[in-house]
């Protein structure tokens, strides 16, 4: 009679354990499912948010240039009219190759604007590119 609850008590420890596995399990199962669903997420807006972003911005600044480069003084720009769209691929050079985006950005625009002025698409994807270079540079100095 005195040694009755022992092998009690261990069956009862012995379903414990196996109720802990199973909803560990459970749990693991959950979060390897919600791991999955946030890279898919992640995956799926950085697809389409860019783009959606891209559009947003050129309805809205649809025909205005946002940023206008002159030659120097309003004598030069009268003198040669050729001036702003050189002064304006020699500044903007790695960008200006860029081809069918840089187009698309001048999209609207008349004619005098589109030759000395730069869209808002170009805007936002240089500032895009200035800021990924810096996140990397802050990146490998707090890693060095």
């Known amino acids: 009679m005195l040694f009755a609850p022992f092998p009690i008590v261990a069956v009862e420890t012995s379903k414990l354990e196996r109720q802990l596995l199973n909803t560990d399990r459970e749990l693991v199962k959950c979060y390897e499912d919600r791991r999955a669903a946030r890279a898919q997420a992640e995956k799926y807006f950085l697809k389409y948010g860019r783009h959606l972003v891209s559009f947003i911005v050129f309805v809205i600044y649809y025909g205005i240039p ?79």
């Open 66 to 144: 946002i940023v206008s480069f002159s030659g120097g003084n309003d004598g030069l720009v009268q003198l040669d009219e050729k001036v702003p769209p050189i002064f304006q691929r020699a500044i903007l050079f790695p960008v200006s190759v860029v081809g069918l985006g840089f187009r698309i950005s001048k999209w609207g625009m008349d004619q005098e604007a589109a030759t000395s002025g730069v869209g808002a698409l170009v805007v936002m994807w240089s500032a895009s590119g200035f800021v990924g270079q810096v996140i990397d540079g802050v990146e490998h100095l707090l890693l060095s």
